[in-house]
């Protein structure tokens, strides 16, 4: 593991422990929300807007918000108590159920977050059948990893047909420009920064191969503790991401304030991503269910699990 890779799971390891140990709040006892977020996400916007600390304050409930590098750190503060909630990809969930991590699905973004695999503008890489024997990088059980398990199935190849290389988004950027590895796959915003420069191609897309969700994951004991407050936390979620979608501008500028990616990239991102929040269906649940059987399959899962049985049930409010 990398001295960066080993920083960034420290400082996020850290931000945990930062937020003490989790208390055991009664339903009516409950005085804050502990929500996890990347800030490369659309999370700053809503944070920026304050509309969750107005709508819970007259409960006297508080907003506390933590960063994280990734995913798989939030979903660890999830399990252990210390954080209440969270947004993650697809993949992240899979394992922590895996690990018999104490959460539960509460939502999810059908298509929100587009990802891509890049190679360099003069990568004689065309194709993703050219990616045999190619060292590949990506986030090791990241959504990004998800869509490179479906991009080889739909060019006939298998996992051992390329040289995963697994890397932090940062570490996998300087490993992309320097040419250590031959190709990146990577998320929104990164995947359109690299776009913007005009240095870097997608030769495909999430979307090419599979149908790729995101999602809201929240604590099990918080949700059976607290399922009113859970679903007024989704509710109002589900109209600040709609706000976003019809003020894409507005959004993307409000990210840029918070976390110094560049807007073009942002407006790029927020272009091609989908703005709508929704109850598990079985479709989707099913989804990631064939997510966590392909991991299972080339041996990277230690165990089978079943999606649906961390499934929380939310009833919108609209």
């Known amino acids: 593991m990398q001295r960066r890779q080993v920083l960034q799971l420290l400082s996020s390891s850290l931000a945990v422990i930062a937020l003490g140990r989790p208390s055991c709040s009664t339903a009516s006892e409950i005085k804050q929300i502990r929500i996890g977020y990347q800030k490369s996400s659309l999370v700053p916007a809503l944070k920026g807007r304050q509309t969750l600390e107005t709508a819970f304050k007259p409960q006297g409930i508080a907003i506390q918000w933590v960063e994280f590098a990734f995913g798989p750190p939030i979903l660890e503060g999830?399990?252990?108590?210390?954080?209440?909630?969270?947004?993650?990809?697809?993949?992240?969930?899979?394992?922590?159920q895996a690990a018999a991590a104490n959460l539960?699905?509460?939502?999810?973004l059908p298509g929100?977050?587009?990802?891509?695999?890049?190679?360099?503008?003069?990568?004689?890489?065309k194709?993703?059948?050219d990616l045999k024997g190619k060292k590949v990088g990506f986030g090791k059980a990241s959504s990004a990893h998800t869509t490179v398990l479906y991009a080889l199935e739909k060019a006939g190849l298998t996992?051992?047909?390329i040289?995963?290389?697994?890397?932090?988004?940062?570490?996998?950027?300087?490993?992309f420009v320097r040419g250590s590895i031959d190709a990146w796959a990577i998320w929104d915003p990164y995947l359109a920064q690299e776009e913007e420069t005009g240095k870097a191609r997608a030769i495909a897309y999430a979307e090419d191969v599979h149908h790729p969700n995101d999602f809201f994951l929240a604590n099990k004991t918080f949700a059976a503790d607290h399922p009113e407050v859970l679903a007024k936390l989704l509710d109002i979620i589900t109209a600040e991401i709609k706000w976003a979608g019809e003020h894409r501008d507005?959004?993307?500028?409000a990210i840029h304030d918070a976390s110094g990616i560049d807007l073009g990239a942002l407006h790029r991102s927020m272009a091609r991503s989908k703005f709508v929040?929704?109850?598990?269906s079985d479709s989707i649940a099913g989804s990631q269910q064939a997510i966590a059987d392909r991991f299972l399959k080339i041996g990277l899962l230690p165990k089978h699990v079943a999606v649906r049985d961390i499934v929380w049930n939310w009833t919108p409010n609209t």
């Open 78 to 96: 999830i399990n252990t108590g210390n954080l209440d909630f969270g947004y993650t990809g697809d993949a992240p969930p899979v394992f922590a």
């Open 104 to 108: 539960v699905y509460a939502a999810a």
């Open 112 to 125: 929100h977050s587009s990802e891509g695999i890049l190679v360099l503008e003069d990568s004689p890489i």
């Open 127 to 129: 194709t993703l059948a």
């Open 159 to 161: 996992y051992a047909d």
């Open 163 to 175: 040289q995963p290389v697994y890397l932090a988004p940062a570490d996998a950027k300087a490993a």
């Open 250 to 253: 507005e959004a993307a500028q």
């Open 277 to 280: 929040v929704v109850p598990l």
